[in-house]
């Protein structure tokens, strides 16, 4: 009988975790390292992903802390040639601009796209290419509920999920005969500092709680599942799809309970 335990074992796989400073990257390269995964955590925030790093130390694991602008090519590039191949990237870097499409400037549009968009193909690519020549891979990419669904203020930022999507697609087409899978994780409302904002206004947060079948936000923890099993041997028949972590919203999207007999 096969050892269904070990297919979620990854001891000896490196894994590169991109926005592991906070939020649902923090919780996914703790998630990583307790599964047996020597983890790269990465940021922007180089103190952060240090942060990170310490509290994974002090657990026991294999862990480095490292810089990069995923903004910036040539920042990925060094990246991916510093900490040398590895089995699995995780990616959650993303900004999201909420204003009406009309009112959306040029620089705000700019910078939604190339956070979101333009950097995660830079890390898509250079990443990618090391996979492929290796032979292995898992490939994961935060997209989201607005990728399927969306409401006023949140175009650009839908735009670009739904992009991350196709990318996704395309490339796993493209790497998976050479042993590289690539799927996407998309979320409905977890608490990070992303949505922090909303928190703020306690009716906005409520009516977000309410579209879902839990009424209730997810944590970053709650989404780390997700993260095992596409970075493992779980998934190994798994490629080019989207893995909805989010209580049944777009399960129940503009729903409308009638007064039926009893």
């Known amino acids: 009988m096969i050892d269904y335990r070990s297919l979620f074992d990854l001891t000896g796989r490196k894994a590169l975790v991109v926005g592991a400073g906070s939020g649902i990257g923090q919780?996914?390269?703790?998630?990583?390292?307790?599964?047996?995964?020597?983890?790269?955590?990465?940021?922007?925030?180089?103190?952060?992903?240090?942060d990170t790093a310490k509290n994974i130390q002090t657990a026991g694991y294999q862990v480095e802390a490292?810089?990069?602008?995923?903004?910036?090519?040539d920042s990925v590039r060094a990246l991916v040639e510093r900490i040398g191949p590895v089995d699995i990237l995780?990616?959650?870097?993303?900004?999201?601009?909420?204003k009406p499409l009309l009112n959306i400037t040029d620089d705000?549009?700019?910078?939604?796209?190339?956070?979101?968009?333009?950097?995660?193909?830079?890390?898509?690519?250079?990443v990618g290419k090391v996979m492929a020549e290796q032979g292995?891979?898992?490939?994961?990419v935060f997209s989201s509920i607005?990728?399927?669904?969306?409401?006023?203020?949140?175009?650009?930022?839908?735009a670009t999920k739904a992009g991350v999507v196709q990318m996704l697609r395309a490339l796993a087409a493209e790497l998976g005969p050479k042993g590289v899978r690539a799927n996407a994780i998309a979320p409905g409302v977890v608490e990070t500092p992303l949505t922090e904002q909303i928190k703020q206004h306690p009716d906005w947060y409520r009516?977000?709680?309410?579209?879902?079948?839990?009424?209730?936000?997810a944590q970053p923890h709650e989404i780390v599942g997700a993260v095992i099993y596409l970075a493992s041997d779980a998934s190994s028949y798994v490629t080019g799809t989207v893995l909805f972590v989010d209580a049944g919203w777009t399960a129940i999207d503009g729903r409308f309970e009638p007064p039926l007999p009893e």
Do not use: M
């Open 136 to 140: 292995r891979g898992s490939i994961i």
């Open 207 to 217: 009516a977000y709680a309410e579209r879902n079948v839990f009424k209730r936000w």
């Open 108 to 126: 705000e549009f700019d910078r939604v796209v190339n956070l979101n968009l333009r950097g995660t193909f830079f890390l898509l690519r250079e």
């Open 146 to 158: 607005r990728s399927l669904v969306v409401e006023p203020g949140q175009g650009v930022y839908a």
């Open 66 to 73: 490292h810089h990069v602008d995923i903004t910036q090519s």
């Open 27 to 50: 919780a996914s390269a703790e998630g990583l390292a307790n599964f047996g995964a020597h983890v790269f955590c990465a940021d922007v925030r180089l103190d952060a992903a240090e």
């Open 90 to 98: 995780v990616a959650t870097p993303s900004i999201n601009v909420r």
